[in-house]
């Protein structure tokens, strides 16, 4: 038997979080706040390249291990089998468009920075109750993932804590867009 790098979009990812909690808790403090962190409302520079670039890369930052492997335990666990169903490198643009729109928003909306995977993480939750879909049918299992993951953290929201409410409740409607618009089994159908 040999070790298989089955999920490389998913695999990668986790693997360069993990690289950067370690850089900044070691050799580069600082790293993550400066590079992974997108900031808030009020705090966002257009003429800096760095904010730009944390609108993506805020999703590979997260404040400890706790935090990390919290979002990368569903990502591990959900992330290969979607990345199976839609590609490596649809995987990676659905991951990449997630993490654009939950920082975009927040700079838009939110006077506090944001950092982290949880954007992805509800993508993905939402993206995977669309396994069994056809077109002019919803599937039971995306209404009740969508009642109980989203119906809790828009209950969460107001209460007073740390936790993104907002990116969670964004990457679940990217998930579901995206389930909506690329379905799997359409894709099935249409390979040669």
């Known amino acids: 038997m040999k070790l298989k790098y089955n999920a490389p979009t998913v695999l990668t990812f986790a693997f360069i979080s993990a690289v950067v909690l370690i850089l900044s808790?070691?050799?580069l403090h600082g790293l993550?706040?400066?590079w992974f962190m997108v900031p808030g409302k009020g705090s966002f520079n257009p003429r800096s390249t760095r904010c730009w670039v944390t609108l993506v890369t805020h999703m590979a930052g997260h404040a400890d291990w706790t935090h990390l492997i919290n979002n990368f335990a569903f990502i591990l666990l959900i992330g290969p089998i979607l990345?199976?169903?839609?590609?490596s490198i649809s995987?990676?643009?659905m991951i990449?468009?997630?993490?654009?729109?939950?920082?975009?928003l927040n700079i838009i909306f939110f006077k506090t920075s944001l950092m982290g995977a949880s954007g992805v993480v509800?993508?993905?939750i939402l993206l995977a109750s669309f396994t069994n879909f056809n077109k002019g049918e919803i599937p039971l299992?995306?209404?009740l993932v969508l009642v109980l993951y989203l119906g809790r953290e828009l209950f969460n929201s107001f209460s007073s804590n740390n936790i993104s409410e907002f990116a969670h409740i964004v990457g679940g409607f990217c998930g579901s867009l995206f389930g909506f618009l690329n379905p799997p089994n359409d894709r099935q159908r249409?390979?040669?």
């Open 25 to 27: 808790e070691t050799l």
């Open 32 to 34: 993550r706040e400066v």
């Open 83 to 87: 990345e199976e169903t839609y590609g």
């Open 91 to 93: 995987l990676f643009i």
């Open 96 to 104: 990449l468009i997630t993490a654009l729109v939950t920082g975009a």
């Open 122 to 124: 509800f993508m993905m």
């Open 141 to 143: 299992t995306f209404i």
């Open 190 to 192: 249409t390979a040669p």
